[in-house]
Structures are given as C-alpha cells and as structure tokens.
C-alpha cells in the first residue's frame, strides 16, 4: 500500500469515527501531496512523499514554536497534534547515537580534520540518514565533531 492509499484510507476511518483534527490534518497532507504531483507532472517517489511529509512536520514544529513564544499555547497545542499525526507517517527517526555514528564514519571516509570541511561531511551524512534526522540535528552534530 502506498503512503497515499494510506493517508486516504486513514482518513476515511476518521471520517467515520468523527475524528475532524485527524481528517483536516489528512487531507492537508493529501494536498499538498497532489499539489507537489501536479508541480513534477508525474507521480511522486516514495523518497517524494516523504519529503513533502518532511515539510509539513517542520513547519508544524517551527509553529508551534512561534506560538508557544508568542502566548498562545492553545495555537501550539493544535500544531503539536497536527505534528503528532504526521509523525505517525514518516519512517521512524534514527536515535542521536546512530546519527553520531554516522556522522564519524562521513568524517572518517571524507578525511574531514577541521570546521572549514563541513561541506564535504554534511552530504555525506545526509545522504545516509536519507530523512530519517533532521538536517539541523545532523549539522550540530556534525559542528560538534569537526571542532572538538
């Protein structure tokens, strides 16, 4: 089953159980989805989708933010259940441990010795995680071990 046919699938359920912050939040998905298919004119790979899922849950977590800076943790308390449903989507996240490992063997195999080779390590890294990290996570990381 693909990620689509299980977000419309999902959604239907909710549809039927009455759960409505689940259907919005599904069919935001399902939209954007759609839109980024008519933008490539063609279907989306897996790694597709889970980018534009990617997407969604960080500007779900970066609104939260804003909100929860702002006062307004009921606004927050949405986008945090907006972001939990998402997350139930997208491949499961690698542990910081993992991240780390990964990180010293992009350093080892790139033969990165100080900060200024950051842009030989991060791709590197990126490419391995493959959007189970995210990329500030892995750039901290990455800041950490080059400099210390």
Same mark, same amino acid.
């Not at 989708?49 to 969604?56: D, F, S």
């Given at each position: 089953m693909t990620l689509v046919n299980e977000l419309q699938s999902a959604m239907q359920a909710s549809m039927k159980s009455g759960d409505s912050d689940r259907v919005r939040t599904l069919r935001t998905l399902l939209a954007k989805l759609k839109e980024r &298919?008519?933008?490539k004119g063609d279907e989306l790979s897996e790694g597709e989708l889970t980018k534009v899922l990617q997407t969604a849950a960080k500007q779900r977590k970066e609104a939260a933010d804003m909100y929860t800076d702002g006062g307004r943790t009921e606004? /927050?308390?949405a986008e945090m259940k907006e972001l939990a449903?998402?997350?139930e989507y997208l491949p499961e996240q690698l542990s910081e441990d993992d991240v780390a490992a990964?990180?010293? &063997? /992009?350093i080892?195999? =790139?033969g990165a010795e100080s900060l200024r080779d950051m842009g030989k390590v991060m791709p590197a890294v990126m490419k391995k995680v493959a959007g189970r990290a995210d990329g500030k =996570?892995?750039?901290e990381l990455v800041k950490r071990k080059l400099s210390g």
């Amino acid at each position: 089953m693909t990620l689509v046919n299980e977000l419309q699938s999902a959604m239907q359920a909710s549809m039927k159980s009455g759960d409505s912050d689940r259907v919005r939040t599904l069919r935001t998905l399902l939209a954007k989805l759609k839109e980024r &298919e008519i933008e490539k004119g063609d279907e989306l790979s897996e790694g597709e989708l889970t980018k534009v899922l990617q997407t969604a849950a960080k500007q779900r977590k970066e609104a939260a933010d804003m909100y929860t800076d702002g006062g307004r943790t009921e606004l /927050a308390d949405a986008e945090m259940k907006e972001l939990a449903i998402i997350e139930e989507y997208l491949p499961e996240q690698l542990s910081e441990d993992d991240v780390a490992a990964m990180v010293d &063997e /992009a350093i080892s195999e =790139t033969g990165a010795e100080s900060l200024r080779d950051m842009g030989k390590v991060m791709p590197a890294v990126m490419k391995k995680v493959a959007g189970r990290a995210d990329g500030k =996570t892995v750039q901290e990381l990455v800041k950490r071990k080059l400099s210390g």
